[in-house]
């Protein structure tokens, strides 16, 4: 499969606990996105790499949030003391050189109950 | 004023009908111009990318307007399976993420 990976696939989580989930770009990809999407929304942007370095963050991405990309390959999203506003889909997307647009993974749906 | 705005719908039609969809956006400066398709609680899916001269893929048509910066999508002869919510995506220029900005989506019912 040289699709964008996402795992876990779904989380319940109880408030106040931290969770992390994982992407896998397609491996020639060097730009790696993360994106939440609520319910009856479109994507919302998070933050973005190129390689390893994290080049943006929304402000979206408090202080609670945390997004990872050490050796360039697969990247990590962390949330902190999970609250119930941050239930949603979190979207990884991957480009290449050419940045025709984006490969979104199947996601990571969060429920914090 | 949102950046990227469109129809929510949803929009109801019989199989076979054409159906269009426009969405405006408010950065003159933007750059790239997309479609994506999303089947409920699925990731989007590129559908096409738009082009000032427009440009067509099969059953589907995209046009855009620059100079009323709005981008427009035709479907013909709907099929069931084009139920899904229609995304606009509006991107600046460079490759960060700030740029991309994508619409809240516009919901199609395609009924037999």
């Known amino acids: 499969d040289t699709g964008v990976s996402q795992d876990p696939r779904h989380k319940i989580t109880k408030r106040g606990q931290n969770v992390t989930f994982r992407c896998d770009p397609i491996?020639?990809?060097?730009?790696l996105y993360w994106y939440r999407q609520t319910l009856g929304q479109g994507p919302e942007f998070l933050t973005y790499?190129?390689?390893?370095?994290?080049?943006?963050k929304s402000r979206l991405l408090s202080d609670r949030f945390s997004a990872e990309r050490p050796k360039g390959s697969f990247s990590t999203l962390e949330i902190q003391r999970t609250e119930q506003g941050d239930s949603a889909m979190y979207l990884c997307?991957?480009?290449?050189?050419?940045?025709?647009?984006?490969?979104f993974g199947s996601g990571t749906r969060l429920t914090v109950v | 004023r949102k950046e990227v705005e469109q129809d929510p719908g949803p929009f109801n039609v019989p199989e076979g009908a054409t159906v269009a969809f426009n969405c405006t956006y408010s950065n003159s400066a933007s750059q790239s111009f997309f479609w994506y398709r999303q089947d409920c609680r699925k990731e989007p899916k590129l559908l096409m990318s738009v082009y000032s001269s427009g440009n067509e893929d099969g059953r589907f048509t995209a046009q855009l307007n620059r100079a009323s910066q709005y981008i427009s999508l035709l479907i013909r002869d709907s099929k069931l399976s084009d139920s899904a919510t229609y995304l606009c995506v509006v991107r600046g220029e460079g490759t960060g993420g700030f740029k991309t900005i994508f619409g809240a989506g516009t919901r199609l019912f395609v009924k037999a």
């Open positions: 997307a991957s480009t290449g050189q050419s940045q025709y647009g984006y490969t």
């Open positions: 491996s020639e990809h060097n730009r």
């Open positions: 790499f190129q390689n390893e370095a994290q080049l943006e």
